[in-house]
């Protein structure tokens, strides 16, 4: 029983200097560079993110200025070609008139039937 005790207090000592070396070898040939290329990775694709995003950005300005030129220049060859002064005139004459009409027959008294007054 004194042997099996003895190995067990022996043992703890030997086993932590070589854990220690252990993991210091490990921190510093593989987490160090691991985490320093994460750390690089990330910054990498944040600064691609960040850069894509400013060229959606300019492009979709280019979009809304050519769409808004393109609704203007649209907009300048209706009146031109499809709406004549003259026939805008002749529009309004004729609504003037339908309205003129309706307004007389508006004025005019109503003369009531006998129909009416048995109401």
């Not at 003895?6 to 040939?29: K, N, Y």
Request: glycine share 2%; hydrophobic share 45%; with cysteine.
């Amino acid at each position: 029983m004194r042997v099996f005790l003895c190995l067990i207090i022996e043992a703890p000592m030997t086993l932590p200097v070589t854990q220690s070396v252990d993991v210091i070898w490990w921190i510093t040939a593989v987490e160090i560079p691991v985490v320093a290329s994460l750390f690089w990775l990330h910054w990498r694709m944040r600064s691609e993110l960040l850069s894509r995003v400013e060229q959606q950005r300019s492009r979709q300005d280019t979009d809304v200025t050519d769409l808004r030129d393109g609704l203007a220049a649209f907009k300048l060859d209706v009146a031109r070609n499809y709406v004549s002064i003259p026939y805008l005139k002749d529009v309004e004459k004729r609504l003037t008139g339908h309205l003129l009409r309706i307004e007389a027959k508006l004025d005019t008294p109503i003369i009531p039937t006998q129909k009416d007054q048995s109401l």
